[in-house]
């Protein structure tokens, strides 16, 4: 009887042996249903063999093999195995973790057949002008399909509530939906040029780029370089454009998930007939698998997503791009803590495709290695709109100005300026919440979590003081928990008490606060964008989350308000990080014809890294922080694994980094094995944290390394604890 080697959603470096009925046909990436101890469980197959070391008695045959969805590919299976050495976690949970949720359930999936709509006869014979104006959606619908027929996918680039008046219009008797089977797509798709809306005309660099790219034979790693507002996107576009007229499909990996809508409108607008989808965890589970099914038959032709869509399975895969290479983002937190950034550049080089890595400010890896010509650099310098100019960036010395509650008294009549000509100001601050702790002012008390090393933040509009690692909350005292005292003060600013200063000085202001408060509600965010677009607003007060990506043609000025903790912190990445990020926010402001402004709060306006942002200057930025970390042994010349172990008794977490140390250093390697130390963050959510670091010279080196580790990590107890390797660790 054959044998098949499955994998399963279990924490063991194994695969499981099960027979096979002679007469079961079943395929290499087939799904299977297997007994595991008590249970039944859905696994992969990975191999088919003729032995086992597994004794006659107790080998057990598969239940079922589910013919529901097609099998995965052996490239996809070569990547994961990759991905499961490569980050030393478990084969089978990191086949499984690749999955859509439901092919990871133990019942067979019934897929939904992709559905075209079109008009009906009665709803071609339809006037439009006499259709109920009120009824935007369905006009748009309407108007559209009278162009071609669509899937649901191209529709609901029209509105985020297509679904709902496309079956009202069904009702009417004036739209009709036809299920498409593959081999139907495929013909279509054979006979058809897709339509390519090319209203821009290419810079000479925009060009250049396009072409390295097109004209490359196999596998290229490509960085490009372009300041903000230079065009990434319009080459993007032209790339797509070359891969689709050739038939291929291309993968495009953006940071979040708030990006995916707006980005799918604007390709949609570009590409009107081409079947883009979207991957992402904000997907309902019968979504997501449906999309991927999409990806796998190669009906999609553009998948956009986020990092999960790494491990889409493409048949007809012919371009990566990856934007805003630099975002931390990219990289998972937990479980399989896979770089997606990395996981792409491995999987163009499998597949001998381009690759493109996308940003106004590389990460110091990705610089570095196109530095040393490892990667391609092409350069983006110019904005693409010739009159859009970069923005002024000012430092205020907040020890020489009069300050409001965290505002400068130069910033607020600059935005006192800015409303006056009906121009927006974006302040920009990273902390949510009103302020980062309350204060006793009698006996000195801080309103300490009691269940992690941090403070609980002031959320004053609720009354209530939260911690933002475990989310522990109570109501805010009235008086001090420890002497008494009523008199308890907010200390320091987040983006609520700004919202709140500024509706004191600009009464007749249009304030926008956007942060993960907010926009907790899915349909939020996108409301508010509109807003902004609309000219509704006149000051934005957000975290990070609005520096990345968003186009808001009115923006004039960006005020920084409190970056200086990352200036000198313990994280050798913070510098970095900061720098990007001010780069990415300014780079908002002044974007169509007006000119932008930026000013930075700061108490060290002579700093460096401002220095360096006031000129714009990244090369000369990176050239700098790229010789620090060289002198000091950091990446991109250093490679590091790190072992994080956390749990509720001090002791046998230190004991278990200690022993898993004393096992690194009698393999006598060429690595450098730190000491254990304390978490950044020491206790969270009343769990002990602590980290072990391994940094080698080579990646080789590190890897041959951690293979010959892991059986001592294995076998050291940790029943208690939670613990795991993170290769090239981001967070410290
Ligand atoms: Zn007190
Ligand atoms: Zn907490």
Known sequence: MPIVRVALDIPLATLFDYTV???????IGQRVIVPFGRRQMVGVVMECVATTDVAPERIKPVVQVLHDSAPLSAELLDLLRFCSDYYRYPIGQTVLSALPTRLRSDKPVISK??????????????????????????????????????????????SATVGGQLKALETEGWVESVALTPSHISSVRGEQKHTFDNAHTLTGEQQLAVDAITQAQGYGCFLLHGITGSGKTEVYVHLMHHVLQHGGQVLLLVPEINLTPQLENYFHSRFPDVNLISLHSGLSEGERLHNWQQAQNGVAQIVLGTRLSVFAELSKLALIIVDEE???SFKQQDGLRYSARDVAIFRANQRGVAIVLGSATPSLESYHSAQSGRYRMLKLTGRALAEARLPTVRCVNINHTVMHHGISENLLREIGQRIARNEQSLLFINRRGYAPVLMCTSCGWLSDCKNCAGKMVVHLKDQRLRCHHCGYQIRVPHACPDCGNADLHPVGSGTQRVEEVLQERFPDARILRVDRDSTRNKRAWQAMREQIHANEVDILVGTQMLAKGHDFPALTLVGVLNPDSALYSSDFRAAEKLFAQLMQVAGRAGRADKPGEVLIQTEFPDHPLFQALQSHDFEGWAASQLAERQMAGFPPFMFQAMLRAEGMQENEVYRYLHDARTAAVALQHPVEILGVVPASMPRRANHIRAQLLIQAASRKALQQFLRAWQPALDALPAQKLRCGLDIDPLEF
Request: a positive charge.
């Open 21 to 27: 009925a002679d007469d079961i046909a079943v395929a």
């Open 113 to 158: 057949p992709i559905l075209s709509y079109r008009l009906t006869a009665s709803g071609v014979a339809l006037n439009l002008d006499d259709f109920p104006k009120r009824k935007v959606v369905q006009r748009r619908i309407l108007a559209k399909l009278a162009e071609q027929p669509c899937n649901l996918a191209q529709l609901k680039a029209l």
């Open 326 to 328: 630099h975002d931390s």
